[in-house]
């Protein structure tokens, strides 16, 4: 991992995909885009609390667009994310299409306390 800093600005750029995989106990991070047949708040609510259920979903997002649904998981490669869209997925018959992603490299920002003019103790 390397970081660069920019005024009170840290951008991390991970050498591997994802850093939160590795820390899982996962090699890869991907995007699954998910369109539902059903666009109500209360359908999208519900289908993003049951992923959230696994241990693999990192985060979910309601977006715009062609897609309803953005869910970033970590996997053990395609097979992992083979067998989450089988089990999670492509069993609900609500699902009207999905894309899928890997993640190759991630940059991040992390904004840190201004410490200038502080002193330390």
Same mark, same amino acid.
């Not at 899982?24 to 090699?27: A, F, I, M, R, W």
């Given at each position: 991992?390397s970081?660069t800093?920019?005024n009170?600005?840290?951008?991390?750029?991970?050498?591997?995909?994802?850093?939160?995989?590795?820390q899982?106990?996962?090699?890869d991070s991907?995007?699954?885009?998910? *369109? %539902?047949?059903?666009?109500?708040l209360?359908s /999208?609510?519900? &289908?993003c609390?049951?992923?959230?259920?696994e241990e693999?979903?990192?985060s979910i997002?309601i977006?715009t667009g062609?897609h309803?649904?953005e869910? *970033? %998981?970590v996997v053990d490669?395609?097979?992992? /994310?083979d067998? &989450?869209?089988?089990d999670h997925?492509?069993s609900?018959?609500r699902?009207?299409?999905?894309?899928?992603k890997?993640?190759i490299?991630?940059f991040?920002?992390?904004?840190?306390p201004?410490t200038r003019g502080q002193?330390?103790?």
């Open positions: 991992m970081l800093f920019k009170e600005v840290v951008f991390v750029r991970c050498p591997r995909p994802g850093c939160e995989s590795h899982l106990g996962k090699p991907a995007i699954v885009k998910i *369109a %539902l047949s059903d666009h109500s209360e /999208l609510d519900d &289908f609390t049951a992923l959230l259920q693999c979903v990192t997002e977006v062609e309803d649904i869910v *970033a %998981l490669g395609t097979r992992g /994310l067998g &989450f869209l089988r997925v492509y609900n018959d699902v009207q299409s999905v894309r899928t890997f993640i490299r991630r991040t920002r992390v904004h840190l201004n002193r330390t103790r």
